[in-house]
T-cell receptor, first 115, second 112 residues
Framework: KQEVTQIPAALSVPEGENLVLNCSFTDSAIYNLQWFRQDPGKGLTSLLLIQSSQREQTSGRLNASLDKSSGRSTLYIAASQPGDSATYLCAVGGNRGGSQGNLIFGKGTKLSVKP | NAGVTQTPKFQVLKTGQSMTLQCAQD?????MSWYRQDPGMGLRLIHYSVGAGITDQGEVPNGYNVSRSTTEDFPLRLLSAAPSQTSVYFCASSWRNTGELFFGEGSRLTVL
């Protein structure tokens, strides 16, 4: 059974720091991996989607990498800002045809960026 | 585009009552799903659908029912509410092949 772990559970950094959030998964036979952001009391917003054939994706100050063989992904946030404060969730998608959208989620890393 | 719309946003039920959480998307997505989010448990898949007329069970389907009569709508029915079903429920949709998942704002359900 696929398990997704995110470390650390919480992280507090001063504004301007570059930071890395970690995600590990136990089964390397994945279809894709997604990083989401969740603000308190809100839904999830997709940040980056990496297909299993890709090694990284970038969007603005965000860069996500994928190493399937080691079962790891990282989300790099450059020049962090207080507006980046949120919970970041990693999720992996299964590789069976009909269930490609069925994501297994980690429990998230709660990020606090202090001014 | 409104994206994924869930109603109601908040609901309080008594044990044994039934209700339906509504989910609609206007992106013509084939795939739709329901998750529940609980403290310490993360998000868990309840049911999903890969197209109109096709549904399947996820990780925690007991006590819930779904149907998919149209591409746009995917309601989640609680048959006889129990306190263990107190949670925040999220509906999500995606293109089948792309897999990028778009979420609604959530429905917070309390069962007394």
């Amino acid at each position: 059974k696929q398990e997704v772990t995110q470390i650390p559970a919480a992280l507090s950094v001063p504004e301007g720091e570059n930071l890395v959030l970690n995600c590990s998964f136990t089964d390397s036979a994945i279809y894709n991996l997604q990083w989401f952001r969740q603000d308190p009391g809100k839904g999830l917003t997709s940040l980056l989607l990496i297909q299993s054939s890709q090694r990284e994706q970038t969007s603005g100050r965000l860069n996500a990498s994928l190493d399937k063989s080691s079962g790891r992904s990282t989300l790099y946030i450059a020049a962090s800002q207080p507006g980046d404060s949120a919970t970041y969730l990693c999720a992996v998608g299964g590789n069976r045809g009909g269930s490609q959208g069925n994501l297994i989620f980690g429990k998230g890393t709660k990020l606090s960026v202090k001014p | 585009n409104a994206g994924v719309t869930q109603t109601p946003k908040f609901q309080v039920l008594k044990t044994g009552q039934s209700m339906t959480l509504q989910c609609a998307q206007d992106m013509n997505h084939e795939y739709m799903s329901w998750y529940r989010q609980d403290p310490g448990m993360g998000l868990r898949l309840i049911h999903y659908s890969v197209g109109a007329g096709i549904t399947d069970q996820g990780e925690v389907p007991n006590g819930y029912n779904v149907s998919r009569s149209t591409t746009e709508d995917f309601p989640l029915r609680l048959l006889s509410a129990a306190p263990s079903q107190t949670s925040v429920y999220f509906c999500a949709s995606s293109w089948r092949n792309t897999g990028e998942l778009f979420f609604g704002e959530g429905s917070r359900l309390t069962v007394l």
